[in-house]
């Protein structure tokens, strides 16, 4: 299974959400790849955002490795799963998809969270440290049901 978690940027939601999901697949020795990217060209090549990688840290991930790349149409034919941190990256990473069969494959990351009150997982980027322990919070939902769902 090979996994591209994406928001905007690559700096904040996606790159958390590739520490989470890799942290769980290394602890069930799971052999499933995961990467990460942004809809846009804002952040190429740059660490994850310091708090991103401050929120990780306390819990033990490092997501220090990371680099920032945009998303490509050839991601839909490499990836079994294309996870949209929100419905304006799901709308602009289906727009890309070579066709409309690879699209199907771009979802909604909290699609994974049901149970859930929101859909879709804020971007933290303006705000302050606390908005990144959400994120962590919500992803860390979402991966544990994705895992599960994917599994069964």
């Known amino acids: 299974m090979k996994i591209l978690l994406v928001c905007l940027g690559n700096i904040c939601r996606s790159p958390m959400a590739e520490g989470i999901l890799r942290d ?3 602890k069930e020795g799971l052999s499933w790849e995961t990467d ?3 809809t846009s060209d804002y952040h190429v090549g740059e660490a994850p955002d310091l708090r991103a990688q401050r929120t990780m840290m306390e819990r033990h991930i490092d997501i220090s490795d990371l680099r920032g790349r945009q998303l490509r149409p ?3 034919e490499e990836f079994d799963l294309l996870l ?3 419905e304006s990256n799901l709308r602009n990473m289906k ?3 070579p066709n409309l069969e690879l699209a199907r494959k771009a979802r909604l990351m909290m699609d994974h969270a049901p149970d859930h009150r929101m859909r879709e ?3 933290p980027y303006f ?9 962590f919070d919500m992803l860390t939902m979402a991966c544990r049901n994705l895992l599960a769902d994917v599994r069964s």
């Open 95 to 97: 727009a890309i998809a």
């Open 36 to 38: 990460s990217a942004g």
């Open 121 to 123: 997982v804020p971007d």
């Open 24 to 26: 769980m697949i290394g």
């Open 74 to 76: 050839s991601d839909f």
């Open 84 to 86: 949209a941190m929100d």
């Open 127 to 135: 705000g302050g440290d606390e908005g990144f322990v959400e994120v």
